[in-house]
């Protein structure tokens, strides 16, 4: 523990020399490191979303973080033996290039879903974070929706139906 604390704070010092105006957040880029960290101890993945030029910036940081960035993150070598095991010369392909991943997925990643989204429902949804939770796990994660916009637009939920807000369709996934 006491070594990737020390590491932590290796690189979080390298970062505020670099970006001094940063030291006023030294301790949210560690609390944000850390729920990253137990996100991924966990199995879990992380939802990255943007609009316009952000959105660009969520797909990068995804394809950083699902290969390896500054140091690969080579498989390690019992999974590489049994690659190798398995085909021989495919394996060692495979074993010197596959790169281990940390699950991330850019939520605006997906412009025909999103359009379509934001075509039969409801357009201010169609890259947040929520709606696209709503749309893979068909629960809406939404807290404080204000009222007028709740009571206009049911966020397509009326499932057994078959119709959402002003009758536009939603499927079940």
């Known amino acids: 523990m006491n070594d990737t604390l020390g590491k932590l704070n290796k690189h979080i010092d ?3 020399e670099r ?4 030291s006023a957040v030294k301790s949210d880029i560690i609390a944000a490191y850390k729920i990253l960290e137990s ?3 966990n199995g879990g993945k992380l939802l990255i979303a943007g609009n316009g030029g952000s959105a660009a910036d969520a797909e990068h940081i995804v394809g950083e973080l699902m290969k390896g960035f500054k140091l690969p993150r080579k498989p390690d070598a019992d999974f590489a033996e049994k690659l190798i095991a398995a085909d021989n010369e495919l394996g060692k ?7 281990g991943a940390l699950p991330a997925i850019a939520l ?3 412009p025909a879903l999103s359009t379509a989204y934001m075509n039969d429902c409801e357009p201010l949804l169609c890259f947040c974070t929520a709606g696209q939770r709503i749309r893979q796990t068909g ?3 939404l ?7 709740q009571q ?6 009326d499932r057994s139906k078959g119709k959402g807000h002003e009758g536009h369709r939603t499927y079940r996934s």
């Open 14 to 16: 390298l970062l505020l």
């Open 19 to 22: 970006y001094s105006q940063l």
């Open 39 to 41: 996100c991924y101890q």
């Open 93 to 99: 392909v495979l074993a010197e290039n596959l790169q």
């Open 108 to 110: 605006d990643g997906h």
């Open 139 to 141: 629960r809406c994660l």
């Open 143 to 149: 807290r404080n929706i204000d009222k007028r916009k």
């Open 152 to 157: 206009k637009r049911a966020l397509c939920r």
